[in-house]
């Protein structure tokens, strides 16, 4: 193995595999998110990276968008947020937030990335005419907008469902949303730092509609890519595991997805090791 050095003695086998170009199986893709040899890792990933794609990178040219500071969270490590009449709060008007965006736009761009304050005023409304008034201003530009914990703060605030309320943001034109938000699950740590606590990760309290979501992503995403669709289903192992008291719902929703025609073998195996 030129060049590459691994410090963690189980990544060696499959560095090999790896390097030879062979498939992972489930083990030992679970070997590579448990390891700490970050080195090895990144050494490794690259070497997929440049077999796959050449010495070529892709990424995305994007300009932020934050509407309003305004914020009913206290978040200690937040430097961001202000309460409505702190110093520095400000809330644009639509037609602001659409000549911001203009300044900032050339037909580089790419995508608008749109996060802001829990703002305890605004309406569901004026956040939809926000993502159609640049859609129509700007059509080619992907439009990824709002974190986890705004999405959880509009349902508990509009006393909607999370569904309804991701439903109405698409239909809107919000075409991806960013992880922020998402990196704490322990409510006893996000205390600690006075976060948000409400559903802001907590689809399942919403009749269990996050977890149809998920099904349906991994399902549609398997037949294009069934590297990512992977990855979401771990991902949902880990929230599984985290939520032990929603493991039949869970159950019942992959054991669906398990049994849809055309899942890839891989999936189709992951799913399984998860349901057992």
Not at 160 to 182: E, F, T
């Amino acid at each position: 193995m030129p060049n590459l050095r691994v410090e963690d003695q189980k990544l060696a086998p499959i560095a090999e595999k790896i390097l030879a170009g062979e498939r992972l199986n489930f083990e030992e893709g679970v070997a590579l998110y448990r390891s700490n040899d970050l080195l090895a890792l990144g050494y490794l990933a690259n070497h997929v990276r440049e077999k796959l794609h050449g010495k070529r990178t892709y990424f995305n040219v994007n300009r932020h968008i934050n509407p309003t500071n305004v914020c009913v969270a206290s978040c200690k490590l937040c430097a961001f947020g202000r309460k409505p009449d702190a110093p520095g709060a400000y809330t644009m008007a639509l037609e602001e937030a659409f000549r911001i965006a203009g300044e900032g736009w050339t037909e580089a761009i790419t995508e608008f990335h749109i996060v802001g304050g829990l703002h305890p005023e605004l309406t569901l409304d004026w956040y939809c005419e926000l993502l159609r008034g640049l859609k129509q201003r700007f059509p080619n530009v992907h439009l990824k907008a709002f974190t986890m914990v705004e999405i959880g703060y509009f349902a508990q605030r509009f006393k909607i469902p999370v569904r309804d309320v991701l439903l109405r943001l698409k239909d809107a034109g919000m075409d991806s949303m960013p992880g922020g938000g998402a990196e704490i699950f322990a409510d006893r740590v996000r205390a600690l730092i006075g976060a948000f606590s409400g559903n802001h990760l907590r689809f399942h309290a919403h009749d269990g509609s996050g977890y149809r979501l998920v099904g349906e992503v991994v399902r549609a995403l398997d037949p294009i890519n069934p590297q990512i669709a992977a990855r979401l289903a771990g991902a949902f192992e880990n929230w599984r595991r985290y939520d032990p008291q929603r493991q039949n719902l869970m159950r019942a929703e992959l054991q669906a997805t398990a049994n849809m025609k055309g899942l890839s073998a891989n999936l189709f195996e992951i799913v399984t090791k998860m349901l057992g």
